[in-house]
């Protein structure tokens, strides 16, 4: 089994930065691609970023160029960096990961959360 624990978020100003990181531990073959996710008041759950094992990124349009998504795959971590924060990215961001379980058999977890505020 795999968690992810998240680390906290915040209140950020319009035009401010924050990071955030997610930590996968347990018992597992391979973390393969991680990305986050995130979900605004009211709204569904939508793509923020996804990193590759390998490092190819993937970003959700409105989101490029001011965030940043990076893995550490030694520490099993993945980190969003998040610039230009605007008060439509307030929303709880969630980290989620694919790992192996044993080859040929994956699973998928997700963080639980955490809120980041974004105030003009």
């Known amino acids: 089994q795999v968690q992810l624990v998240e680390s906290r978020g915040g209140l950020v100003q319009a035009g401010g930065s924050l990071r955030l990181s997610c930590v996968a531990s347990g018992s597992f073959f391979s973390i393969n691609t991680m990305g986050w996710y995130r979900q605004p008041p009211g709204k569904q759950r939508e793509l923020v970023a996804t990193?590759?094992?390998?490092?190819?990124?993937n970003y959700e349009d409105s989101m490029k160029g001011r965030f940043t998504i990076s893995r550490d795959n030694a520490k099993n971590t993945v980190y969003l960096q998040m610039n230009s924060l605007k008060p439509e990215d307030t929303a709880v961001y969630y980290c989620?990961?694919?790992?192996?379980?044993?080859?040929?058999?994956?699973?998928?977890?997700w963080g639980q959360g955490t809120l980041v505020t974004v105030f003009s």
């Open positions: 990193i590759t094992r390998g490092g190819n990124t």
């Open positions: 989620n990961a694919g790992w192996t379980v044993v080859p040929g058999i994956t699973r998928d977890a």
